[in-house]
């Protein structure tokens, strides 16, 4: 009886072994290999730099508050953009800390001069709450208050906005969006002129 109870473990221990050096260590590796081969800029956060500092990423989302730029989604990860605390707030939609979040969101756009309809993005946070993107909508929502601010014509706006605005992949999977980072460091490149 012991000897088949030792014959039964050997091969399931084994495998046990086999299998974690597998997929615990050279699946892994493996994987990490070909991202930081292939795919090097997506494998590390898409890091822009300016130099030799590391400014923001474009695929996490982060904070503008200035005027002179065109601003993100809110955010309910921590206290804003917090990578650490990455999540949704978890409100339900009947709830009234939801309700009243998004109405003071709202009245922060008409006080920034959106007229109209506002954008749900505009007013609403993302499931991780690092969302660096916008419909294009939100970001036109945002010209009027930027090109003030900015001493720049608005149709100048609109055209760096529809320039920076990403289709769907294929054509099929998502939405067209502006990725908020990208189109504030091209505003930044264009500095602020005086309008005519």
Partial sequence: MGNDFTSALR???????????????AYPMAVLGIGQTIFPSQANGRL????DKIVGSTVIGQAFTNDRYFQTRPSAAGKGYDGLSSSGSNYGPTSQALVDRVKADV???RGAGVNGP????????SGSGLDP???PAAAL??????ARARGLPKAQLRSLVEASTE????????????????????????GAKPSR
Avoid at 13 to 20: E, G, N, S, W
Avoid at 48 to 51: A, E, H, K, L, P
Wanted: aromatic share 4%.
């Fill in 118 to 125: 506002i954008p749900g993005d505009l007013v609403t946070a």
């Fill in 107 to 109: 009245e922060k756009a």
């Fill in 11 to 25: 091969p399931a221990i084994v495998m046990t072994v086999l299998f974690a050096i597998l997929l615990c260590v």
């Fill in 167 to 190: 289709e769907p992949l294929l054509g099929l999977l998502g939405e067209p969006r502006v990725n908020v980072f990208a189109l504030n460091r091209q505003l930044d490149q264009i």
């Fill in 48 to 51: 822009v730099r300016d130099g």
């Fill in 133 to 135: 993107d916008l419909s």
């Fill in 141 to 146: 929502a945002q010209v009027s208050r930027v």
